[in-house]
DNA sequence: CCCACTTTGTGCGTGCTTTCACAAGCGCGT
DNA sequence: ACGCGCTTGTGAAAGCACGCACAAAGTGGG
């Protein structure tokens, strides 16, 4: 019953090549810092990992930004991704659930290199509210709608115990933020508009589990121990 | 195609069905704590964030485990499931990197429901080498291939810092690990056979950002259609 | 100026995913 | 026993994504 209104798609670019934008960035970054001018699409596919046909229609969704016999200048196209990404404007993220893996992303210095900026830290637990993390006071959780309103959050952080996440992720959704990281293992239901992306520790192991299962003999059981051959 | 050891197709289930079992799965015992005894596509479907006919279509590849006019018996289908996924075997894994993130790890508990065991926790840091995390005591990464060898681990998790991340990858594939969870943000390159998954924080931010971006105004082309608006 | 060589950008075929729509099955009340 | 209502399982169609292969476009040498 999504009475939405038409979704025009708009300038599409497929979901599929935004998941990979970042990948290639961080690859141009790396070869920017060594100096690299200009790569092909074929070296740069080769460093992030894909196929060099992929990355052509992945970038010439951007544009034409290459040049023909010479490839693609890495500054530019860095430069490019960067926009189209939406890194070239500053995003202020906000984490709440001061555990050990909230306060091990609030310390992850290159939280993505630059355009994210961590502006708050909240937590649910009086004895965590006022201690310091990663040089910022941890927040009362109460304090979310003022926090997301003062410094312009945009981008929720969700690290809490799986049954708090719900309630907070409706908050943030309340206080106007409309791009939440979920890191605990629920689904969240949110309205339409709201973008929820998760990560999940749980589901990659068993996506993992399930491929090594094949690999091995498979059935029911454990069969042999890992399996001692390779190449 | 070059000789593949056993079969290369099998009992093809879709990768797309794979990646959602377990939230399936874990939707299920939600289900199952909460005393629910059967429930429907459509029931099962809405908690877990799908469309139903989705659902139904990924339940059918591991077989008729429904009941039509009832739906789905929940303890049955969680047995399928995990066996499935292979969640029904033990699978030991090390983790590498005892950083923030490596210690969150280790110290998330329900490290994704039963099946999955800690087996290891491995630094390069002597000061980290000897001291007590999660129950363990942290071993030097020069022991991962006594490690592996010895406690049987199967999986392999990398939390370490990037420039580091492909030479502990080589090092667990040598030793007969073929399945790695990589944290690390950059490509790891292994050879065939080898099962890599990747999580990566700043690349989940650079998702949202861009559809964040597109949501508001657009950075670069004013491509907002009319009507486009938010509180 | 022309030609050989390199590399991009993309049309097109193929295969995978999603969604729709409905026949087949099952339980229950009468 | 019978039919009614509910729900599964699945053809078929539509939509995406991938990768090949090649024309177009640019570079550099003679």
């Known amino acids: 019953m999504t009475s939405r209104p038409p979704r025009p798609r708009e300038r599409g670019i497929p979901e599929a090549t935004v998941a990979r934008l970042p990948v290639y960035l961080r690859t ?14 074929e070296a ?3 460093a992030a990992g894909v196929n060099s046909a992929k990355l052509r229609k992945d970038l010439s969704h951007l544009g034409s930004y290459g040049t023909r ?13 960067s926009r189209e990404l939406g890194l070239t404007q500053d995003w202020a993220v906000a ?29 649910a637990d009086t004895a965590m509210v006022g201690r310091r993390v990663a040089s910022l006071d ?28 719900q309630a907070v992720a ?12 979920n890191f605990a293992p629920v689904v969240l239901n949110v309205p339409d508009g709201v973008d929820v ?9 068993q996506i993992l589990a ?22």
């Open 170 to 181: 409706t908050r943030f959704v309340e206080a106007g933020v409309a791009s939440i990281l």
């Open 197 to 205: 992306r998760k990560v999940d520790l749980s589901i990659e192991l």
């Open 138 to 165: 941890v927040g009362h959780i109460d304090t979310l709608e003022a926090v997301v309103r003062d410094k312009g959050v945009s981008i929720g952080v969700i690290t809490t115990p799986a049954a708090a996440a």
């Open 44 to 46: 740069l596919a080769s």
């Open 95 to 123: 984490i709440v659930g001061i555990g050990n893996l909230g306060r091990a992303l609030a310390n992850y210095g290159g939280f993505g290199t630059r355009g994210f900026r961590i502006a708050a830290l909240l937590d």
């Open 69 to 81: 016999g010479v490839g693609y200048e890495v500054e530019y196209l860095v430069y490019q991704i």
């Open 28 to 41: 141009l970054q790396a070869l920017q810092d060594r100096g690299t001018l200009t790569v092909s699409s």
């Open 210 to 231: 399930f491929h090594a299962q094949r690999r091995n003999g498979d059935g029911g059981r454990g069969a042999e121990p890992a399996g001692l051959e390779l190449t």
